[in-house]
C-alpha cells in the first residue's frame, strides 16, 4: 500500500512538472531546408515592405520572432520591422503590436539553410490567439552603398513546415514602394515572392501554463483520487 502511494505521489508530481516544462520545448514555427542546390531569396529595400505571417489560436509568453534575413558583407545598413494584428487597407498604428531597428547578419551557409540561425527580430513578446504579420524594411544606408538592401531567405523545393498544436503558417509577399509604417495599410495585395517560394521564419513561444496554485489544486486532486481507490481497495 505503500508503494502504491508513493507511486501516486510521483505521478503526480511527474504530472506537474510536465505541465510546467513545456514552456521550454522547441519551436512553434519552424521551417526546413530539404534542397541544398536551391535557395529563395527576395531583395527589400528601405522603402519596400515584406511580409510574413502566421495564426495562433493560443496564448504565449516570451515569444521570439526570428527571419532568415541577411544583408551583404561589410554593411552596417538598420532595417525596421514592425508586427501588426492587421494588413491593408484600413489598417492602422493601432494595430501595431511592437516595432524595432535591428541591423540584418552578414550572408550564412549558402543554400543549406538548416546550419543557419534565423535572426532575432522581436523578443519577450506575450501574444493572445490571433493572426499576425511580421512587415520587414530593407536597411538604411549608412555607408558609401547605393541601392542597401536587405535579403529574406527560404526555398521553393521540399521546404518542410514544423508548426505546434495551434500554430498554423499564413501568407507570405512584398510591396515595393510602401513608406514606412504605411507598410501596414499598404499591402494592397501585396506580390507574392517567386512562384512557390516560401521565406523562412521562426517562433520560439512558451505556452501559457497553469499558476502554480492551480498546478497544486491538480496534484492534490490527484492525491486525493489515489487515496479513494487505495480505500476501495481495502474494502
Known amino acids: 500500500m505503500g508503494s502504491t502511494m508513493f507511486r501516486h505521489v510521483v505521478l503526480a508530481a511527474g504530472l506537474i512538472t510536465m505541465l510546467g516544462a513545456r514552456a521550454s520545448e522547441g519551436s512553434s514555427i519552424s521551417f526546413t531546408d530539404g534542397s541544398f542546390n536551391s535557395v529563395a531569396s527576395?531583395?527589400?529595400f528601405v522603402d519596400d515592405?515584406?511580409?510574413?505571417?502566421?495564426?495562433?489560436?493560443?496564448?504565449t509568453t516570451n515569444t521570439t520572432v526570428?527571419?532568415?534575413?541577411?544583408?551583404?558583407?561589410?554593411?552596417?545598413?538598420?532595417?525596421t520591422a514592425w508586427l501588426s494584428i492587421a494588413i491593408g487597407p484600413g489598417a492602422?498604428?493601432?494595430d501595431q503590436i511592437a516595432e524595432t531597428a535591428f541591423i540584418a547578419p552578414p550572408p550564412g551557409n549558402g543554400n543549406n539553410l538548416n546550419l543557419d540561425t534565423p535572426a532575432p527580430i522581436f523578443t519577450g513578446l506575450t501574444l493572445s490567439p490571433g493572426t499576425y504579420y511580421l512587415v520587414i524594411s530593407g536597411g538604411v544606408n549608412n555607408g558609401p552603398f547605393v541601392n542597401s538592401s536587405y535579403t529574406l531567405l527560404g526555398d521553393f523545393l521540399n521546404v518542410g513546415i514544423h508548426t505546434d498544436?495551434?500554430?498554423?503558417?499564413?501568407?507570405?509577399?512584398?510591396?515595393?514602394?510602401a513608406a514606412p509604417f504605411a507598410p501596414a495599410s499598404?499591402?494592397?495585395p501585396p506580390f507574392p515572392f517567386e512562384p512557390s517560394a516560401l521565406m523562412f521564419f521562426q517562433v520560439d513561444a512558451a505556452p501559457a501554463v497553469p499558476e502554480p496554485g492551480t498546478l497544486i489544486l491538480i496534484g492534490t486532486g490527484l492525491l486525493a483520487a489515489s487515496r479513494r481507490m487505495r480505500v476501495r481497495r481495502i474494502r
Open 165 to 177: 498544436p495551434g500554430f498554423s503558417v499564413g501568407p507570405q509577399g512584398i510591396v515595393f514602394g
Open 66 to 79: 526570428s527571419a532568415y534575413v541577411m544583408q551583404a558583407p561589410g554593411r552596417f545598413e538598420v532595417g
Open 186 to 188: 499598404a499591402f494592397n
Open 49 to 59: 515592405a515584406a511580409m510574413l505571417s502566421w495564426t495562433q489560436t493560443v496564448t
Open 42 to 44: 527576395a531583395s527589400v
Open 92 to 94: 492602422t498604428i493601432a
